[in-house]
């Protein structure tokens, strides 16, 4: 459900079956609140990032699965600070995030210690 919920926020449509799931009032509320539309972006987005990162486990996917959110959480936040949905100071936490990926990035790429050293 994640890349499909993922989808449907970011072209700001309702799901055909939302009115089953959610009150009226709150599929109303996520149409017109772009706040609540980038959190409800950077949700979905983090679930298929996870999802994904498990289907695909192998012995390094979890450092992969925290870069890929990393990485995406920032992005989406600069987005929207561009976008004008929130001011300066969060919009430089999507820059903190976007580093703390790349960090993750580049030590991923060190081998681990084996144990007994």
Same mark, same amino acid.
């Not at 509320?29 to 609140?33: E, F, G, L, R, S």
């Not at 993750?104 to 991923?108: E, P, W």
């Given at each position: 459900l994640?890349?499909?919920n993922f989808i449907k926020v970011l072209i700001n449509k309702p799901s055909p079956m939302a009115h089953y799931f959610v009150a009226k009032k709150s599929e109303e509320?996520? +149409?017109?609140?772009e706040?609540?539309?980038m959190w409800a972006t950077m949700f979905w987005a983090l679930q298929f990032i996870l999802a994904l990162g498990l289907c695909l486990s192998q012995r390094s996917s979890p450092r992969w699965m925290f870069v890929a959110a990393k990485m995406a959480v920032g992005t989406l936040i600069i987005v929207n600070f561009m976008n004008g949905v929130v001011l300066l100071p969060i919009g430089l936490a999507g820059g903190y995030e976007i580093?703390? %990926?790349l960090i993750?990035?580049?030590?991923?790429g060190v081998p681990a210690k084996a +144990? %007994?050293?």
């Open positions: 994640a890349p499909l509320c996520q +149409k017109t609140c706040i609540a539309r580093l703390t %990926g993750l990035l580049a030590i991923s +144990k %007994g050293e």
